[in-house]
């Protein structure tokens, strides 16, 4: 596909278990985004890769959330001990480069939500 | 703290006339500002950017005007159509690419 594919586009799990969500980025993009957006919030940053290392991962709410690029392609989300409150939809994005201004190509996102 | 915010979280337009959505930042090292569009369901999509050495960047109906001194932007839409009706977010950039959004505000546009 030609766009950010994000896996599954719909999560629904108890409080308390772990999930994992999936982001290929559009191939041959370097630089790699995790953001969460809950109702009627804009996206909040969370992690950037840039090739397989984490560049920045300061919006990381808390240790309960990792995420890994471990070829420099496709990434996954983990989210330990999930709660009410991470309940989102959590977008990932991707980019030519991770520096300078290459607009971010954003997939459609998973919805997660915690019972 | 916000650092990006779009103060109006809905605007209604006839179709045909302008529409004006408007984002307020606070953060003087932001360097690059951005809008995005999003339809129910699906990722953000870029539509607009707009360089802090420049004050207007025009591209087809929409137009984004930059004032640095009062740390604010806005985003034209003319004329105004029913498929422009979506959710809109600034974004402001200050490291390459770690953006800040602001909340969004829904745009109807009315047939």
């Known amino acids: 596909g030609a766009g950010v594919s994000q896996t599954p586009s719909n999560k629904v799990t108890e409080k308390g278990k772990y999930v994992e969500l999936r982001c290929d980025p559009i191939?041959?993009?370097?630089?790699l985004y995790w953001y969460r957006q809950s109702l009627g919030q804009g996206p909040e940053f969370l992690i950037y890769?840039?090739?397989?290392?984490?560049?920045?991962d300061s919006g990381l709410p808390n240790d309960r959330f990792f995420a890994v690029r471990p070829e420099g392609s496709v990434s996954t989300l983990k989210i330990q001990r999930t709660e009410r409150g991470d309940s989102a939809v959590y977008l990932c994005?991707?980019?030519?480069?991770?520096?300078?201004?290459?607009?971010?190509?954003f997939g459609n996102g998973t919805r997660l939500t915690v019972t | 703290d916000q650092q990006v915010k779009q103060n109006s979280p809905s605007l209604s337009v006839q179709e045909g006339r302008i529409s004006i959505l408007n984002c307020d930042y606070t953060?003087?090292?932001?360097?690059?500002f951005l809008w995005y569009k999003k339809y129910p369901a699906e990722g953000p999509t870029f539509l607009i950017s707009?360089?802090?050495?420049?004050d207007k960047n025009e591209d087809g109906r929409f137009t984004v005007f930059l004032n640095k001194s009062a740390k604010h932007l806005s985003l034209h839409i003319v004329p105004s159509q029913p498929g422009d009706s979506a959710v809109y977010f600034c974004?402001?950039?200050?490291?390459?690419?770690?953006?800040?959004f602001g909340g969004g505000t829904r745009l109807m546009v009315k047939p």
């Open positions: 994005a991707s980019s030519l480069i991770g520096q300078g201004h290459s607009p971010l190509h």
């Open positions: 191939s041959g993009h370097t630089a």
């Open positions: 890769f840039q090739g397989t290392g984490a560049a920045d």
């Open positions: 953060n003087s090292m932001f360097d690059y």
């Open positions: 707009i360089s802090s050495i420049k």
């Open positions: 974004a402001a950039d200050n490291a390459g690419n770690m953006l800040t």
